[in-house]
């Protein structure tokens, strides 16, 4: 009930693409969803988050798609550069407190 | 940098030992939490502190507790250490347990127990 699935597991995108990272959960209480951005050493720093009142959020090259019905959210970065290249951790909030459930993270690469 | 410090960065100690985490929030940050980061386990929760009171606790073994002091740094003890314990431990604080509350990261202490 309270784990939160991502996938892939590492992702290999050109300089220029776009690199999509997907998560599903199955608790409903969730009411908040963010993605973090982690590079080696450092801890891990927020991205962009979404309510689950709203279908999608775009900030700069960073979009996440948000769909309830089927409890999946996405993260869409758009022109990926090589300084882009990092782990990346969706995320859930709720199921007591303030705490967050975090997916297995995603290690991305981008190639010149 | 996210505001949040961590001390020690890095930690090195034996098992059976007891080790102390300390985490200074971001100013005026008045929540403050603990996760382990371990290649098996990724990201897990451990404990939320809010102003002093316990507010939510996760997978925390009984082995290992944590406070939060008045002036709102917060530290964490682990006892009787094992391997398995080895990992990174990350302190966040958020402004307050509200709708949109961002958790804001500190840089983690390593710990390696030998």
């Known amino acids: 009930q309270q784990q939160v699935k991502q996938s892939p597991q590492s992702l290999i995108v050109q300089k220029g693409g776009i690199s999509i990272i997907n998560c599903a959960y199955e608790?409903?209480?969730?009411?908040?969803f963010p993605w973090y951005q982690q590079f080696p050493g450092k801890g891990p720093a927020l991205l962009i988050a979404i309510r689950p009142d709203v279908s999608e959020k775009k900030e700069g090259r960073f979009t996440i798609s948000f769909n309830k019905s089927a409890k999946q959210f996405s993260l869409h970065i758009m022109d990926s550069q090589p300084g882009d290249s990092a782990t990346y951790f969706c995320a859930a909030r709720g199921g007591g407190g303030n705490k967050l459930t975090f997916g297995t993270g995603t290690q991305l690469k981008v190639e010149l | 940098d996210s505001g949040v410090t961590q001390t020690p960065k890095h930690l090195i100690t034996a098992t059976g030992q007891r080790v102390t985490l300390r985490c200074s929030p971001r100013?005026?940050?008045?929540?403050v939490y603990w996760y382990q980061q371990s290649l098996d386990q990724g990201l897990q929760f451990l404990i939320q502190?809010?102003?002093?009171?316990?507010?939510a606790k996760g997978n925390i073994l009984e082995r290992f507790s944590a406070q939060q002091f008045p002036d709102l740094h917060s530290e964490l003890n682990l006892s009787s250490l094992e391997l398995g314990d080895s990992a990174l431990y990350f302190c966040a604080s958020s402004p307050l347990t509200g709708l949109a509350d961002t958790q804001y990261f500190g840089p983690g202490t390593r710990l390696t127990v030998l």
């Open positions: 502190y809010y102003n002093g009171e316990e507010r």
């Open positions: 100013s005026g940050d008045l929540s």
């Open positions: 608790n409903t209480a969730f009411d908040y």
